[in-house]
């Protein structure tokens, strides 16, 4: 099998032996004979060879200092080395091989055995070339797949989030905006060096999207207990809390069915902390302080702030200074009196978020999600 005319380069000090050996290659190859390692370096900043011939005793830089500084460099150090000695003893091949030459051959040259051990190396880095190309575009096949099974995963979330969202009388949007909120606020934490450590650990994308399914429970609720016009009968309440845990208990269902864990580890504890206090008087663990994650604190800011601006059936909208001021008053109560310090002074961008999409329909933020998505 052969590999086709390659670039060679053959370093040697001695005239005779550069012209020798080119003789003997030059039908097959193209060679380029040079006296030195530093001409040799000269020449490879025009090209990168297919191979290098080199010699191992020559004046100012030997062979082994060449090699080393060979490997030293990315560009150079895949390119092959076949040492040529005069004299060969075991321990000077060893430390050559053990340098990275891939093979040894002896002056003088027979040209038969120089071709053939040629060929063979030659044919080695070319499959080695190969196997790296296909390892690559192996690479960018399993990305681009993944990025597409995580658009479908995320546009089938999106969907049942909305789906959750219909059967509620919320004002639209409700779900899209809370992400919004949340990602600001996870950006000011970092912006502010505020819980750099538990947010560092965080890939923010999944953190966002993965509050989509805060209340994908709701799907267990009745529509009369949902949707009614007014104030929940203590019996009433209790059904509406058993939506945090019906949430966790179908995130976890998918978590079964899926090697993907982080996206819905953030859902879960979205799902399940997003109504404990800071004061401990939450539900559904009554969990306190920094025993509730930090996911759940900070969804929760997000999700009160946005029922507090949207209208329900039950109450009027506040405005925007309102519920800033009632977030302001549950400092400490209901919130991290950290988040609420992050929160106050940088709420205008939550105003703005709810200038921008406030008026959206239901249906733009279902497509807006998908595009975010995919
Ligand atoms: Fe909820």
Request: no cysteine; proline share 2%.
């Given at each position: 099998?052969?590999?086709?005319?390659?670039?060679?380069?053959?370093?040697d000090d001695n005239m005779a032996n550069l012209s020798v050996g080119k003789n003997m290659l030059k039908t097959f190859h193209e060679v380029y004979p040079v006296l030195s390692a530093e001409k040799l370096f000269e020449c490879l900043e025009r090209f990168i060879p297919d191979l290098i011939l080199l010699d191992i005793e020559m004046p100012d830089m030997d062979g082994y200092e060449t090699i080393r500084r060979l490997k030293d460099v990315e560009d150079f150090a895949d390119i092959p080395v076949i040492f040529l000695t005069a004299k060969r003893d075991e321990g000077s091949e060893l430390e050559g091989l053990n340098l990275g030459a891939v093979d040894y051959v002896s002056k003088p040259f027979s040209a038969p055995l120089l071709l053939k051990r040629l060929e063979t190396q030659l044919l080695i880095a070319s499959q080695k070339k190969a196997l790296k190309?296909?390892?690559?575009?192996?690479?960018?096949?399993?990305?681009?797949?993944?990025?597409?099974?995580?658009?479908?995963?995320?546009?089938?979330?999106?969907?049942?989030?909305?789906?959750?969202?219909?059967?509620?009388?919320?004002?639209?949007?409700?779900?899209?905006?809370?992400?919004?909120?949340?990602?600001?606020?996870?950006?000011?934490?970092?912006?502010?060096?505020?819980?750099?450590?538990?947010?560092?650990?965080?890939?923010?994308?999944?953190?966002?999207?993965?509050?989509?399914?805060?209340?994908?429970?709701?799907?267990?609720?009745?529509?009369?207990?949902?949707?009614?016009?007014?104030?929940?009968?203590?019996?009433?309440?209790?059904?509406?809390?058993?939506?945090?845990?019906?949430?966790?208990?179908?995130?976890?269902?998918?978590?079964?069915?899926?090697?993907?864990?982080?996206?819905?580890?953030?859902?879960?504890?979205?799902?399940?902390?997003?109504?404990?206090?800071?004061?401990?008087?939450?539900?559904?663990?009554?969990?306190?302080?920094?025993?509730?994650?930090?996911?759940?604190?900070?969804?929760?800011?997000?999700?009160?702030?946005?029922?507090?601006?949207?209208?329900?059936?039950?109450?009027?909208?506040?405005?925007p200074a309102e519920a800033e001021d009632i977030i302001e008053a549950g400092r400490g109560v209901h919130f991290d009196p950290v988040l609420v310090d992050v929160f106050h002074p940088a709420s205008g961008r939550f105003t703005e978020i709810v200038d921008r999409y406030r008026e959206e329909t239901r249906q733009d933020c279902v497509f807006r999600q998908q595009r975010i998505a995919v």
């Open positions: 099998m052969t590999t086709g005319r390659s670039k060679i380069i053959l370093v190309r296909n390892n690559d575009d192996l690479q960018t096949t399993v990305l681009q797949k993944t990025k597409q099974v995580t658009g479908l995963q995320n546009a089938v979330l999106n969907i049942v989030a909305e789906l959750v969202e219909f059967r509620d009388s919320v004002t639209g949007g409700h779900v899209f905006r809370t992400q919004k909120y949340l990602q600001f606020l996870i950006e000011q934490l970092v912006k502010e060096n505020v819980y750099t450590k538990e947010v560092a650990g965080w890939d923010m994308d999944f953190v966002v999207s993965s509050a989509q399914l805060h209340d994908v429970g709701k799907i267990a609720i009745s529509d009369t207990i949902l949707n009614k016009p007014g104030k929940l009968t203590d019996e009433e309440f209790e059904k509406m809390k058993t939506h945090v845990l019906i949430g966790v208990d179908a995130i976890e269902r998918i978590e079964a069915t899926t090697a993907e864990h982080e996206f819905l580890h953030h859902a879960k504890i979205i799902a399940g902390t997003h109504h404990e206090k800071w004061d401990g008087s939450g539900y559904p663990f009554g969990l306190s302080g920094k025993s509730i994650p930090l996911e759940g604190r900070l969804m929760a800011v997000a999700d009160v702030y946005d029922a507090l601006i949207s209208e329900r059936p039950y109450k009027k909208a506040f405005t």
